[in-house]
């Protein structure tokens, strides 16, 4: 699975959007982009995922760059329940998700 | 909205005793996997199965680990011989097929203690 690197940590107001990044430049050209998260000792949960064109869904909006050498995963209005580990993935096929160290989101109320 | 469920939510164990780690997935999906996350650590693959059989699995999944489904519903993961360096707390996770677009959901987790 091609690498991705994120912030080690971030942090948002309530009610503010977050923009979280995600840098993939060994991307391929099948390769599909799927962001997780992981709330406090819980099992990591879908958020949403996308190719090449922006997706939004009822929890996130994915924004991808034209040459998908990067992404980012946007909260429109960040609550206390988003502060989260955000894991961006690669996935090209039925293979297992392989998770990095993500990126930990801290909301402030 | 169906979920996956994990049973027990804690299991404490004595060193080299066995343990099994039981997983209902969703009820019409065809990929299970089998994740572990040591404290303070990165999410880890140990193993998929598809079919009655495992299709993939990492260097983590040694001799001492096999999975199982028994009766069509549950998923077990059990540990021969726990060694201290197996506590961590367990993901089960499923999937409906097998493609690229697929989501996987993922159980609450087994934390797992070996003393």
């Known amino acids: 699975d091609a690498k991705t690197t994120q912030p080690n940590s971030m942090e948002s107001n309530e009610e503010e959007p977050v923009h979280l990044p995600c840098n993939h430049s060994?991307?391929?050209?099948?390769?599909?982009i799927h962001w997780y998260r992981q709330l406090p000792s819980q099992g990591p949960e879908y958020v949403i995922h996308?190719?090449?064109s922006n997706v939004n869904n009822r929890m996130a909006s994915l924004a991808i760059a034209e040459d998908r050498k990067s992404s980012t995963l946007i909260l429109h209005r960040a609550t206390l329940r988003d502060a989260a580990v955000y894991y961006c993935?690669?996935?090209?096929?039925?293979?297992?998700?392989?998770f990095g160290k993500g990126t930990r989101l801290s909301v402030i109320a | 909205e169906p979920e996956v469920t994990q049973t027990p939510s804690h299991q404490v164990t004595q060193m080299g005793q066995e343990v099994i780690l039981r997983c209902v997935p969703i009820?019409?999906?065809?990929?299970f996997y089998w994740y572990r996350q040591i404290l303070g650590q990165k999410v880890e693959f140990l193993v998929s199965?598809?079919?009655?059989?495992?299709?993939?699995k990492s260097e983590i999944f040694d001799d001492q680990f096999s999975v199982e489904r028994p009766d069509g519903s549950n998923f077990t993961l059990k540990i021969r011989s726990t060694k201290l360096e197996d506590s961590a707390m367990y993901f089960c996770?499923?999937?409906?097929?097998?493609?690229?677009?697929?989501?996987?959901?993922f159980g609450p987790g087994t934390r797992l203690t070996v003393l």
């Open positions: 993935i690669l996935r090209e096929s039925s293979t297992p998700l392989v």
């Open positions: 199965f598809y079919n009655n059989e495992i299709s993939e």
């Open positions: 996308g190719l090449t």
């Open positions: 060994t991307i391929s050209g099948t390769d599909y």
């Open positions: 996770a499923s999937r409906p097929t097998g493609g690229p677009t697929d989501t996987q959901y």
């Open positions: 009820s019409n999906h065809l990929y």
